[in-house]
């Protein structure tokens, strides 16, 4: 499957997962389909082998948009599709944010933003000292930047010249009350990472040549990648607002959105 | 104990390139034989104890055993969602460790004491929490929690404590160790204020009266047949820690009783009661300040014995 399509189908899922179990943060989960979708395709995991220590790693700092990375996982066959009609509801074991126990392909359980991108740090770190030849990634929202915590390790990264490690900030903006911009400004972004000894990309996080560029690129240090994103991004009553950092699709809108990411 | 702890895991190391020691900027002059010996097994993450922590959990789930190292709070209460979602949900075997447990910075300050983390420690799943009351305790525990491939706590004192004993020398986690016996009655201790037990015992022992002394080096995981033994053979039991009384030692040991039907013929909980201190001091004098000192023991005992 193309990445176009794969991306296509984690958002179909997404607005099903969320809307049956009337679960929030569909807007933060709509977000991320792209870069997970062209992440995926290019990360060496394998779902018949998802323990193997050769594997990538990639953490989901920003668990509550664990439906995505559910829905991509099922759609690589990681584990049954069907399993995701279960997110969010009694006894299941897809919470709202993401967990790994008993889900194959998930490699780490977040759901308190602001610690991620540490954990991802410490992957990097033993595939260096274990001469390891695997890639450890972390991808945190742009709110998320608000915790001390990523700045420790960011401060930490390239002291270490962890070149093994990206980092990918789902920028679309819009936190849990508002703007970035209004509850605390990042900019300029791209300099303060820079400034940290980052290879900084600053790239449309919806373009997925962009993104394999991005990933792909070669550094001798760690990467950024500023991933310029659209809350809500494939479905137009969605886009860009707060609100579906909390509402489901309900029936009329889950049949409306399934209809637009078919358009 | 501190340096028992660093002899301890120095050796394990040289046969075990697994293990991983990586300290928030403190440890001046202690571990530097470990960190010159095996620098591709240590690291010093910066004062950042949130990112140590979440750095450990990486470094464990690719095949480490780490230990993360600090002095009093910091490796505890200054990361303790890290410690919560990243080690113990993941089972990552990350060993945390802290020096100066109790009143063992005393004279720093109460940013200083570590006085509440066997409480909060003992409350989160998954974590086996140990306060040695020796050096031996110490090395054998550091042996035991690198391969247990779980996650740990390890609150250390940091000066040496050895006891002369010809009792049982032997460590096993949950098990209880009697270090001093005695005929009359029983303390149990857990962590460096073991140390006020036996001095006060050698007080006791010129006035005939004899304490029986047992170090409880796990916290969680406790002998529930050996604790109800005690109770039987003893007219009292006296529960000593430098610790918030609410979670500790004695909240564990009042625990077994209640769940299993163990009627203590006289029982006394000494610790700190519900306090910050901020009276400074060494620990010798905090401990003294807070009734947790060798005459306070004895006052107990006494109170016991004349009832």
């Known amino acids: 499957m193309d990445t176009i399509n794969l991306a296509k189908n984690i958002r179909s899922h997404v607005l099903k997962m969320t809307s049956k179990g009337k679960s929030s943060h569909v807007g933060s989960a709509l977000s991320i389909a792209d870069i997970l979708a062209v992440l995926y395709t290019n990360m060496n995991v394998d779902p018949k082998d998802p323990s193997n220590p050769k594997r990538d790693r990639f953490i989901l700092s920003k668990g509550h948009a664990g439906a995505a990375v559910y829905a991509v996982l099922a759609e690589l066959d990681f584990f049954s599709k069907e399993i995701l009609d279960t997110h969010y509801q009694d006894g299941s074991i897809l919470s709202g944010h993401v967990s790994h126990k008993g889900v194959p392909g998930v490699e780490f359980s977040t759901g308190s933003l602001g610690h991620g991108l540490s954990v991802a740090t410490g992957f990097a770190l033993a595939a260096k000292r274990k001469s390891l030849n695997f890639n450890s990634y972390a991808l945190l929202s742009d709110g998320e930047l608000d915790e001390g915590s990523n700045w420790e390790a960011i401060l930490f990264a390239p002291h270490h010249n962890l070149n093994n490690l990206t980092c990918i900030v789902d920028y679309n903006k819009l936190q849990s009350l508002t703007t970035v911009k209004e509850t605390l400004n990042l900019e300029p972004l791209t300099d303060k990472i820079q400034s940290f000894g980052w290879n900084v990309f600053d790239i449309d996080g919806h373009n997925h040549d962009e993104i394999k560029k991005a990933i792909k690129a070669n550094t001798s240090k760690p990467k950024f990648i500023i991933a310029n994103t659209i809350k809500g991004k494939g479905i137009s009553f969605m886009e860009n607002k707060v609100v579906w950092h909390y509402r489901s699709a309900n029936e009329d809108e889950l049949i409306k959105g399934l209809k637009e990411l078919e358009e | ?307």
Do not use: W
Not at chain 2, 63 to 68: A, D, I, L, M, N
Not at chain 2, 246 to 275: Q, T, V
């Open chain 2, 1 to 307: 104990m501190r340096d028992a702890f660093i002899e301890s895991l120095s050796k394990i190391a040289e046969n075990d390139k697994d293990i991983f020691l990586i300290t928030g900027d403190l440890g001046f002059g202690v571990l530097d034989n470990f960190s010159e010996k095996f620098p591709s097994q240590f690291l010093n993450v910066g004062v950042a104890e949130q990112n140590m922590t979440g750095i450990a959990v990486g470094l464990a789930l690719s095949g480490y055993k780490v230990f993360t190292y600090s002095i009093a709070n910091f490796t505890t209460l200054r990361c303790l969602e890290q410690i919560r979602n990243d080690a113990c949900y993941h089972n990552a075997n990350v060993n945390v460790v802290s020096i100066g447990g109790g009143f063992g910075y005393g004279a720093l300050g109460m940013s200083h004491h570590a006085t509440e983390d066997l409480s909060i420690m003992r409350s989160l799943p998954n974590i086996e929490v140990i306060a040695p009351g020796d050096d031996f305790e110490t090395k054998e525990a550091t042996k035991y929690v690198a391969n247990s491939n779980k996650p740990s706590y390890l609150r250390l004192e940091r000066a040496s404590h050895i006891y002369e004993n010809d009792l049982e020398n032997s460590f096993a986690y949950g098990k209880i160790r009697q270090i001093r016996e005695g005929n009359d009655i029983a303390v149990f201790c857990s962590g460096g204020v073991t140390k006020v037990a036996m001095n006060a015992a050698k007080i006791l022992s010129k006035q005939n009266i004899s304490l029986s002394i047992y170090s409880v080096h796990s916290l969680k995981t406790i002998d529930v047949n050996a604790v109800a033994k005690v109770f039987e053979k003893y007219s009292g039991v006296v529960t000593l820690e430098e610790n918030n009384l609410i979670g500790g030692l004695g909240s564990a040991i009042s625990e077994i009783c209640l769940d299993n039907r163990i009627y203590p013929k006289s029982f006394k909980r000494m610790g700190l009661k519900d306090i910050y201190s901020s009276v400074v001091g060494s620990q010798e004098y905090l401990r003294d300040f807070y009734n947790l000192g060798e005459e306070d023991l004895i006052i107990n005992v006494k109170k016991i014995m004349d009832k």
